[in-house]
């Protein structure tokens, strides 16, 4: 028994005369059966690959292999291969089950499927016979050897059609044999083909078109809608049904050959036929090996929607086109708007290219070094962020990549020992210097007709690719990285920038270039807009990149001013302002105030700080937390956002507070609750926890009363 539900077994079946063939029938069962349960979990997955264990059991969708929940095998124990389908409402052993997911009788067939457990188990053939009649006959298993995949097709309501078995015997070509459930027969159907996953086209809008079962599926497990037709590229169009693609925004994604590209082009002329809403045809990469589809872009872990949005294509039956209008309708932007990722919150996105400039000697490569280091420092879900550039790093862990051209190995390392301590996973910060690994890699040469890229570019984007967690590339200094004049060329700057982009693209990273201002004998800057005319090249090369940021020297009377406040000595070069002065988007461009390090070199931000006259990030906490106890004290609590968010109310706050951003405000009310210094308090007639106030605050023992003047909306 599974709970209350009663399961059959092949004890069930009829007296040893109704199945001739077997001698002993009863002692090679239970012999065949221990030894198929000693290798239970392999054999299921074997079976049905869609399956998955969780807590000591197999689960499936049913004996076909579909996927889902409804069906459970146990795994260990007494009852170690005994199956129940829950929707179906039947059970059995693993014998039982063997039979039925193949399509077999479990009665009238038993020495066919102990013919095919004795395969598997890897023990010789044994021809036996059947007494019963039967509509189908079996692969040739001792040809082929047992079948490496199994693929169902199924209607769109999820009746089960065709099984698709695929063989790889050896030093022989791959084969596949159909199996037609309504015929009982070895064949694929006569008169029309079933697309591949009619159920997830059913309920699909967009759907891609791939060459083979395998590869469908390993987009339709990612959450793509996928299909094939039978035999692929091999499919003869005219066999298959393709009406159930009618009114379906089609996308074909063809393996790189040429058989991939001709199944595309027939594919998409009975795809039209049959009444397709739209059809496009995916270029592969060409830096792609021979026979690469989407199983493969799959296993290297590829941005796969990305890749389906941005990719080449082709117009169906015509040449090949980059762009095809008709994929960018309105209605490819309906529905929610994806969220912008950062690398650090409200100042630097991840996934484009940019570029830090500032003078010579400002200490630029050291703050984008410090920038690597802490992206390495970070853990996931961290409640004290690092500040970095004027905002707080996104507290995702992930590596971080430092290309540096004029620092050799020695340096780097004094550098990082004045840095960084220690790191979580050393293999998350990758300094590589040059000058110990042959020299400057030029990224763009210029060719006799213009700019081009060179090897090192592919090479270098091919390594990157294959970080799976990369978050941030650095390269320093873009000149020594650009073979093209890319500051008086504006088509090598053009260039540059968007192989940058490329690389950002395809790995989701942040891509940083660290650049120069013009040289010395420029006018003193003051603004940022000043400093963006500032930095060195054409226009076309600060264009380039979609974000820059820029250091300049603060003025003699401003940067004295500053170290009197911090109890500093005054010294040239000590004090910088710096500030995005490019974006594609809406960021944090105000102007910050940055002090060297006596002992690292290194530009630290002090603006508030010196808005704070001098208090450190303890005093803030400890500011904000009181201000937080009184106000809830007096009937008047803050939540941490919303209409009574603090910075909402940032009139009410001390002067020290009111310089402070509003994601700033937020990652120091996470550490406060972190660490206990604060709570979320119930209050009456609210239905949510999001007051705050101190552990023994009036609110947090649930007796705080609002006074006038305040406001309790539980729609913020």
Not at 648 to 662: D, H, I, T
């Amino acid at each position: 028994m599974i709970g209350s539900h009663p399961y059959l077994d092949f004890n069930d079946a009829g007296p040893q005369s109704e199945l001739p063939g077997i001698t002993d029938r009863g002692q090679e069962k239970e012999e065949i059966k221990t030894r198929l349960l000693g290798r239970v979990e392999e054999a299921l997955r074997y079976l049905m690959p869609a399956g998955k264990v969780r807590h000591g059991q197999f689960h499936i969708g049913d004996v076909a292999g579909a996927p889902g929940e409804s069906m459970k095998v146990e795994l260990s124990g007494e009852k170690a291969g005994v199956w129940y389908d829950h929707a179906e409402g039947k059970g059995g052993d693993i014998l039982d089950l063997w039979a039925r997911s193949r399509g077999i009788d479990p009665v009238t067939r038993f020495g066919d499927v102990m013919n095919e457990v004795r395969a598997w188990l890897g023990d010789p053939m044994r021809v036996t016979t059947s007494s019963a009649p039967s509509q189908r006959r079996e692969p040739p298993m001792d040809d082929l050897g047992p079948h490496t995949g199994k693929w169902d097709y199924f209607d769109a309501d999820g009746k089960l059609l065709v099984c698709v078995y695929r063989y790889d015997p050896p030093n022989r070509r791959k084969q596949f044999r159909p199996l037609d459930v309504r015929t009982g027969k070895w064949q694929a159907p006569t008169i029309q083909r079933p697309l591949y996953n009619l159920p997830g086209i059913a309920q699909a809008d967009e759907v891609v078109l791939v060459e083979g079962e395998k590869t469908a599926q390993a987009l339709i497990d990612i959450g793509i809608t996928a299909t094939t037709s039978m035999h692929g590229s091999n499919a003869p169009v005219e066999k298959t049904d393709w009406s159930p693609l009618r009114g379906k925004r089609l996308i074909i994604w063809p393996d790189r050959d040429k058989p991939g590209w001709e199944y595309g082009q027939s594919a998409s002329k009975a795809m039209k036929a049959a009444g397709a809403k739209s059809i496009a045809i995916l270029i592969p990469p060409a830096e792609k090996p021979e026979k690469w589809d989407a199983a493969d872009a799959v296993a290297e872990g590829m941005d796969i929607q990305t890749f389906l949005r941005d990719a080449p294509r082709a117009a169906p039956n015509g040449p090949r086109r980059r762009i095809r209008l008709s994929d960018w309708t309105f209605d490819r932007y309906q529905g929610p708007a994806p969220e912008r990722k950062w690398l650090i919150d409200g100042v630097l996105p991840l996934g484009v290219p940019g570029m830090v400039a500032a003078i010579g000697g400002a200490g630029k490569s050291m703050l984008l070094m410090d920038l690597c280091a802490k992206v390495a420092q970070v853990e996931s879900g961290s409640p004290m962020p690092m500040e970095a550039l004027g905002g707080p790093l996104v507290s995702v862990a992930g590596t971080a990549v430092m290309f540096t051209a004029e620092d050799d190995a020695d340096e780097v390392h004094r550098r990082l020992a004045g840095l960084v301590g220690a790191l979580p996973d050393p293999s998350r910060l990758i300094v590589v210097p040059l000058p110990n690994a042959g020299g400057a890699i030029p990224l763009v040469a210029m060719g006799r007709e213009g700019p081009v890229l060179t090897d090192a570019y592919e090479e270098m984007r091919a390594e990157l690719l294959e970080i799976p967690d990369l978050r941030l590339v650095v390269i320093d200094p873009l000149q020594s990285f650009a073979g093209g004049d890319v500051n008086s060329d504006p088509a090598a700057g053009a260039m540059f920038f968007a192989r940058l982009g490329r690389i950002a693209a395809e790995t989701g990273a942040t891509t940083l270039v660290a650049h120069h201002f013009r040289k010395v004998g420029m006018k003193p800057i003051h603004t940022a807009a000043e400093a963006r005319e500032a930095i060195r090249g054409t226009t076309a090369l600060v264009d380039g990149g979609r974000w820059s940021y820029a250091l300049w020297e603060a003025d003699s009377d401003e940067a004295e001013k500053v170290c009197e406040k911090l109890n500093e000595r005054y010294i040239r070069e000590k004090v910088f302002k710096g500030a995005v002065v490019k974006s594609n988007w809406p960021t944090d461009k105000s102007i910050r105030t940055y002090v060297r390090d006596a002992s690292t070199g290194l530009l630290g931000e002090k603006t508030m700080e010196l808005a704070m006259g001098g208090k450190d990030f303890g005093d803030l906490l400890q500011i904000l937390e009181q201000t937080i106890e009184k106000a809830a004290a007096n009937g008047q609590p803050f939540t941490k956002t919303g209409g009574n968010g603090l910075h909402e109310r940032r009139s009410e706050l001390p002067a020290e507070l009111l310089g402070v951003s509003r994601n700033k405000i937020v990652s120091m009310v996470d550490a406060l609750l972190t660490t206990g210094r604060l709570v979320l308090c119930m209050a009456e007639g609210s239905t949510i926890k999001k007051w705050l106030d101190v552990p023994q605050g009036e609110f947090a023992l649930g007796v705080g009363q609002f006074q006038l003047g305040s406001v309790l909306n539980e729609g913020e």
